[in-house]
């Protein structure tokens, strides 16, 4: 037995060693935690709530957009509605988790070169928070610079990395392209013909020895995934690419295997075998956004579809029956939260991570 499978780590948000800690056992677990985009509060419980009962440890989310969301979209300044939505969805998840009784790690996805000043932003407000609480508001942060020149990537990176970890954080950074569109970031180029899908090894080496030194990161590569969910055949996933990197990180500094923290963008209606085979190149973050986008709409639609009647009548015309209990929010959001707490039923089983929380009970 390793030390990272006794892992017991207090319930509630994640950071700094106990990030660390929990990243490794994972990798050494031989799971993956699957990271999920929330846009309010009725997502954010439905994952605490899918974790607690599939007994896993996951992560929570947010990209720009639904951050903005979670602040509301008519808030009058669209940029500090990314940084307080963003910081009220972290409150809530450290308030929320450790009652649930699972570890969660707190994130936020994408952030090209225009959106450095929001990553800037809430460090300022973790840095704050870390001065009065010992403990910074996320567990990490992503930094997609994947398409600016490499030295700006890698420079811009080891920047925010020093201010991130003198508060206990994490950076994630990306090398390659994720294929697809989500919220704006991302490239619409055909996955097949763009060689920028696919990470260079020796641009992870690069980025490696640039930021090792500097404090904790993880890495999304890109082997051919994409956001988003297209028809079958137009996604080539490559993890080879992801053991290639690793080998040559090894290699290099002769360290143990899987040196490499990555990430598995684009998760949604990836097939299992291709999961399996990134699980065991050292894959311990897989996002999954559109399928879960969809199991909420969808028993939602399923809903309204059946009681029709219910969302354009207080009363039923015919027969004076009032509908309030059928068009009450907490009756229909319930009903979506639902989809997503069976969808991501399916993720933890996939991904491995059921069973595995290394949360004190
Ligand atoms: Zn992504």
């Not at 707190?106 to 929001?118: E, G, N, R, S, V």
């Not at 090398?175 to 991302?186: C, K, N, P, R, S």
């Given at each position: 037995m390793t030390v990272a499978s006794q892992l017991k780590l207090k319930p509630g948000v994640v950071t700094g060693q106990d990030y660390k800690a929990l990243v490794q056992a994972v990798k050494e677990?031989?799971?993956?935690?699957?990271?999920?985009?929330?846009?309010?509060?009725n997502g954010v419980n439905a994952v605490l709530e899918a974790a607690k009962k599939n007994n896993s440890d996951v992560i929570i989310q947010l990209s720009n957009g639904g951050a903005q969301f979670y602040a509301g979209k008519g808030f009058p300044d669209a940029f500090q509605a990314k940084v307080l939505g963003a910081i009220s969805a972290a409150l809530h998840v450290h308030l929320m988790a450790q009652h649930y009784g699972v570890c969660v790690v707190?994130?936020?996805?994408?952030?090209?070169?225009?959106?450095?000043?929001?990553v800037e932003a809430m460090i300022e407000h973790g840095e704050n928070h870390y001065q009065q609480t010992g403990f910074p508001l996320f567990s990490s942060h992503m930094l997609d610079l994947s398409a600016e020149p490499l030295d700006f990537n890698i420079s811009e990176s080891a920047r925010l990395l020093k201010r991130a970890a003198a508060i206990d954080m994490s950076i994630e950074i990306e090398?390659?392209?994720?294929?697809?569109?989500?919220?704006?970031?991302?490239s619409d180029d055909d996955a097949l013909d763009n060689p920028n899908l696919y990470t260079q090894p020796e641009d992870v080496l690069k980025a490696y020895d640039a930021l090792t030194p500097l404090g904790h990161f993880s890495v999304a590569a890109s082997f051919g995934n994409v956001h988003g969910v297209y028809a079958p055949g137009n996604v080539k996933l490559r993890p080879?690419?992801?053991?290639?990197?690793?080998?040559?990180?090894?290699?290099?500094?002769?360290?143990?295997?899987?040196?490499?923290?990555?990430?598995?963008?684009?998760?949604?209606?990836?097939?299992?075998?291709?999961?399996?085979?990134?699980?065991?190149y050292g894959v311990f973050k897989m996002n999954i956004d559109t399928d879960l986008q969809f199991a909420f709409a969808n028993k939602i639609g399923d809903f309204v579809k059946e009681n029709p009647k219910a969302f354009q009548h207080q009363i039923d015309p015919?027969?004076?029956?009032?509908?309030?209990?059928?068009?009450?929010?907490?009756?229909?959001?319930?009903?979506?939260?639902?989809?997503?707490?069976?969808?991501?039923?399916?993720?933890?089983?996939d991904l491995k991570s059921a069973g595995k929380s290394v949360a004190a009970q």
């Open positions: 677990g031989g799971y993956i935690l699957p990271a999920v985009n929330i846009v309010g509060t707190m994130h936020t996805d994408h952030a090209d070169k225009k959106l450095i000043p929001w090398l390659g392209i994720t294929g697809g569109e989500e919220d704006g970031v991302g080879e690419i992801l053991k290639n990197s690793q080998a040559l990180v090894q290699q290099t500094h002769g360290t143990d295997p899987n040196p490499l923290n990555l990430v598995f963008h684009g998760g949604s209606g990836s097939e299992q075998a291709k999961i399996d085979e990134a699980m065991q015919d027969t004076q029956a009032p509908y309030k209990k059928l068009y009450d929010p907490r009756k229909w959001l319930r009903i979506g939260e639902e989809g997503m707490i069976a969808r991501l039923d399916q993720a933890f089983k």
